[in-house]
């Protein structure tokens, strides 16, 4: 094909099928993996649940190790929000300093 247009353009070129039968396409999964579920999606599921944050500060002599229990106000991706309703004190916990939490009931905990 000679192309005024376009006068480098070559075809493509066609190569004859061998015969043989095409290798099967492997099983792709229908569904989309869901993430794992991070500190901050647990505490946001079990907002309004009573709970106890152990927490260490390696950096304080005054407060090596402390725990804080109240209602799981909000939970983001660094922090908790926690109402101890015992005292009417609120504490914004970063969640770096987190070593675990321990619920008084069963927790929502979905994937």
């Known amino acids: 094909m ?3 247009y376009y006068p480098n ?20 999964p229908t569904t ?14 079990n907002v309004g649940k009573r709970a106890t944050f152990y927490m260490s500060y ?8 402390k725990t804080f229990t109240g209602i799981i106000e909000d939970a983001g991706r660094d ?8 005292t009417g004190r609120w504490w914004l916990l970063w969640l770096v300093y987190i070593n675990y939490v321990e ?6 905990y979905s994937r």
């Open 58 to 65: 390696s950096d304080s002599v005054e407060w090596r190790d």
């Open 79 to 86: 922090y908790a929000l926690i109402n101890d309703t015992d």
């Open 103 to 108: 619920f008084d009931q069963p927790i929502t």
């Open 9 to 28: 353009y070559t075809p493509p070129i066609t190569v004859p099928s061998q015969g043989g039968t095409q290798p099967p396409i492997q099983n792709i």
């Open 2 to 4: 000679n192309n005024n």
């Open 32 to 45: 989309i993996p869901q993430p794992m579920p991070y500190a901050e999606n647990l505490l946001k599921l």
